[in-house]
């Protein structure tokens, strides 16, 4: 079994920032991508950013230089999404998507439950 689990939503005002977290544990030999994906009321999943393992990073149009996703060495299997100058078009569920192989060989494909995103006044 493979888990992933989001942390840091929260209520956050117009302009001001928060950091995601997601880390993925259990049966993972390696990883090869790690992303964030969200989801508002009433509309479909897209992907807000992705990072892979040789380091290649895919932002949606939305984004506009305002999210940063970045990994740590120390920390095995974690992956942060910085987010700033938050607008109220940024709520919503945010999801952590991870992929990779489990020590038998075969591949994985998880989701996080996901964490909400506020942005309000």
């Known amino acids: 079994q493979v888990q992933v689990v989001e942390s840091g939503g929260g209520l956050v005002q117009p302009g001001g920032s928060l950091r995601l977290s997601c880390i993925a544990s259990g049966d993972i030999f390696s990883i090869n991508y790690m992303g964030w994906f969200r989801q508002a009321p009433g509309n479909q999943r897209e992907l807000v950013a992705g990072?892979?393992?040789?380091?290649?990073?895919?932002f949606g149009d939305f984004v506009k230089g305002r999210f940063s996703i970045s990994t740590v060495n120390a920390e095995k299997n974690t992956v942060y999404l910085s987010m700033n100058n938050l607008v109220p078009d940024d709520t919503g569920v945010y999801y952590c998507n991870v992929r990779g192989s489990r020590n038998s060989g075969r591949s994985f494909d998880n989701w996080g439950q996901g964490t909400q995103v506020t942005v309000s006044s």
């Open positions: 990072l892979t393992d040789g380091g290649s990073r895919r």
